[in-house]
């Protein structure tokens, strides 16, 4: 199991940016797949961007392609979110998740405690 902390949420105003991170502890970050999921009220949580453990493959919803990038520094055990062209409707918490294995695929995942994102129009 790897234990998640997020951080960098915040209020921004539509347009604007920001760059969420997700320290990991426990076990080797490098052996485990990550992903940003977010969940608005009354919606049900869906997955964002996601990485293979090497950095190099990535997913994007089609939601947020073209303006969120997801990166990993392995080295310092942190999995981050850059978002830009931030709209209303990326208003939600977001959560960082962790699966063991090269890719992201299906369960069992380890869960940040996730960090709200709100942004006004």
């Known amino acids: 199991q790897v234990q998640l902390v997020e951080s960098g949420g915040g209020l921004v105003q539509a347009g604007g940016s920001l760059r969420l991170s997700c320290a990991a502890s426990?076990?080797?970050?490098?052996?485990?797949?990550m992903a940003w999921f977010r969940q608005a009220p009354a919606k049900e949580r869906e997955r964002v961007a996601s990485?293979?453990?090497?950095?190099?493959?990535?997913y994007y919803a089609d939601s947020v392609k073209g303006r969120f990038t997801i990166s990993r520094e392995n080295a310092k055990n942190t999995v981050y979110l850059q978002m830009n062209s931030l709209k209303p409707e990326d208003t939600a918490v977001y959560y960082c998740a962790g699966r063991y294995g090269y890719n992201w695929s299906a369960g069992p995942y380890d869960w940040g405690q996730g960090t709200q994102v709100t942004v006004s129009s």
């Open positions: 426990g076990r080797t970050f490098g052996n485990y797949a």
């Open positions: 990485i293979s453990w090497s950095g190099g493959i990535t």
